[in-house]
Structures are given as structure tokens and as C-alpha cells.
T-cell receptor, first 110, second 116 residues
Framework: QKEVEQNSGPLSVPEGAIASLNCTYS??????FFWYRQYSGKSPELIMSIYSNGDKEDGRFTAQLNKASQYVSLLIRDSQPSDSATYLC??????????FGAGTRLFVKA | NAGVTQTPKFQVLKTGQSMTLQCAQD?????MYWYRQDPGMGLRLIYYSASEGTTDKGEVPNGYNVSRLNKREFSLRLESAAPSQTSVYFC???????????????FGDGTRLSIL
């Protein structure tokens, strides 16, 4: 079992819709979770950090964490074509090590 | 403020050649990381340095060596390049604490490495 799993997609949503991205992880001791966005040919950039169970909102983005179910998600409201990218879920395990999921490709159709 | 700077940006090597990828950060972060990214594989951790003077293996360390030269610089060396090491390499840094709420990583622009 991979330590961090994501649906590779592609996930296609119409402009203005909600995009829902999911991630599961295997290390129950993990305490730090991150979502990054990566445009083609570019480096990953941080969208959200989340550390506690529940929801964390930042503009159009909401991260959700459920440690009991070992599940992290990212919701993008009012999706825009500029949101089309690969979204990477990252989980810190064993202290300093960060493991990334393979990423979910999102396409927002105008 | 440059953040994380990687050199070179592109490189082509022949099988068996060696080279060192350089990474420097100016954010005074304690932890630094090297990843490789292959199509459909996401980012895979090669080596990391939790603090100056320490280095540890990640998921895919075989064929690589690293040096944490000082707090700012963390280099990755390929001693005898192989075609399987063709990839995009990213360096990252963070102010990680090792437990509890760790800070996210900041990435360099990457090095695109092709080995023929």
C-alpha cells in the first residue's frame, strides 16, 4: 500500500462548479498535511496546510482533515480555468520526511 | 529574496558521467530536501537533511549522494549517471520541527536532467 494515495484523474469540471480532490494516507501518527498546486513545467506551490480535524477555509479553497479515517480532501469552489493544474497531497511522516501522492490532474472547462 | 535556487536548470549527460546538482536557500530554513519527479509518479524523496550536519535517506536514494555544505546549501551528486535517472529534480526547504505542526516546503524551479 502506498503511503499517500490520490486518484490520478483527470478530473474535469465546468467553470463555476466545485472541484473535490481526495487523498488517503497510511501513517496514523502524521500530524501535518499539505496541498500543493503544480502547473505543467513548473514547481509545486503551497495552497493549504492543515493540522487539525475539520475544515480550514482560505478564499475559494477548503481543506478537510479526518485523522480517524486517514483522509484529507481539498474543495475548490467557483472553479476557474486558471485552476487547471495537478494537485499534490503531501503528508509528513516520521518527523521530517514528507511523502507526496502522485497527484490529481484537474481540468476546468470554460 | 530568491527563495530556493537550483543550478543548473537543464543538463544532458551521457551514461556513466557524474555531476552535482546545486541548491541554495536564503530563508534560513533548517531542513532541506531533494526530490525527483517522473511522469505519473508524483514527487519521490531522494534524501533530506533535517538540520545542518545531518542527512537521511528518503524513498529512492540508490545512485545518489548528498552533502549539506552549510545551512544554506544542499547538493545532490550522481556518481555514475544511468538513463533511469532521467527526471526532473526539485530541491525544497522548510522550517520543520520534526513533530507537531510542521511548516510546508518551498520549492526551487527544478533541474531537468536527461541521461543518454
Amino acid at each position: 500500500q502506498k503511503e499517500v494515495e490520490q486518484n490520478s484523474g483527470p478530473l474535469s469540471v465546468p467553470e463555476g462548479a466545485i472541484a473535490s480532490l481526495n487523498c488517503t494516507y497510511s501513517d496514523r501518527g502524521s500530524q501535518s498535511f499539505f496541498w500543493y498546486r503544480q502547473y505543467s513545467g513548473k514547481s509545486p506551490e503551497l495552497i493549504m496546510s492543515i493540522y487539525s480535524n475539520g475544515d480550514k477555509e482560505d478564499g475559494r479553497f477548503t481543506a478537510q482533515l479526518n485523522k480517524a479515517s486517514q483522509y484529507v480532501s481539498l474543495l475548490i469552489r467557483d472553479s476557474q480555468p486558471s485552476d487547471s493544474a495537478t494537485y499534490l497531497c503531501a503528508v509528513m511522516v516520521g518527523g521530517f520526511k514528507t511523502i507526496f501522492g502522485a497527484g490529481t490532474r484537474l481540468f476546468v472547462k470554460a | 529574496n530568491a527563495g530556493v535556487t537550483q543550478t543548473p536548470k537543464f543538463q544532458v549527460l551521457k551514461t556513466g558521467q557524474s555531476m552535482t546538482l546545486q541548491c541554495a536557500q536564503d530563508m534560513n530554513h533548517n531542513s532541506m530536501y531533494w526530490y525527483r519527479q517522473d511522469p505519473g509518479m508524483g514527487l519521490r524523496l531522494i534524501y533530506y537533511s533535517a538540520s545542518e550536519g545531518t542527512t537521511d535517506k528518503g524513498e529512492v536514494p540508490n545512485g545518489y549522494n548528498v552533502s549539506r555544505l552549510n545551512k544554506r546549501e544542499f547538493s545532490l551528486r550522481l556518481e555514475s549517471a544511468a538513463p533511469s535517472q532521467t527526471s526532473v529534480y526539485f530541491c525544497a526547504s522548510s522550517e520543520a520541527r520534526g513533530q507537531g505542526r510542521n511548516q510546508p516546503q518551498h520549492f526551487g524551479d527544478g533541474t531537468r536532467l536527461s541521461i543518454l
